[in-house]
Nanobody
Framework: QVQLVESGGGLVQPGGSLRLSCARS????????RGWYRQAPGKQRELVAR??????TGYADSVKGRISISRDAANTLYRQMDSLKPEDTAVYYC???????????????WGQGTQVTVSS
């Protein structure tokens, strides 16, 4: 059973920084994609950062230059974001797409979400 658990959200002032973590339990044989999404009230969930393979990364234009995605050997995914703005307020979700075995279907796994509020 693969599970993702985010942590690190909270209230931060405009211009501040916040690092989110996403810990994975359970083994995946193949990982096709990793990423961070966010969903603000009344808006659709949007992709903000991706790490599709190796150390390749991609970022949404709205956060480019202020965000970085990384991972460690302990299967934890990170999202560092600086110069936070009120419009960055949202629930942030980590996502992994992968297979537990070569015979298993590719599945999307999501964390439970962590609230980030940027306000003075």
């Amino acid at each position: 059973q693969v599970q993702l658990v985010e942590s690190g959200g909270g209230l931060v002032q405009p211009g501040g920084s916040l690092r989110l973590s996403c810990a994975r339990s359970g083994r995946l044989l193949v990982i096709y994609d990793r990423g961070w999404y966010r969903q603000a009230p009344g808006k659709q969930r949007e992709l903000v950062a991706r790490m599709p393979s190796g150390d390749n990364t991609g970022y949404a234009d709205s956060v480019k230059g202020r965000i970085s995605i990384s991972r460690d050997a302990a299967n934890t995914l990170y999202r560092q974001m600086d110069s936070l703005k009120p419009e960055d307020t949202a629930v942030y979700y980590c996502h992994i797409s992968g297979q537990v075995s070569y015979s298993a279907a590719t599945r999307d796994y999501w964390g439970q979400g962590t609230q980030v509020t940027v306000s003075s």
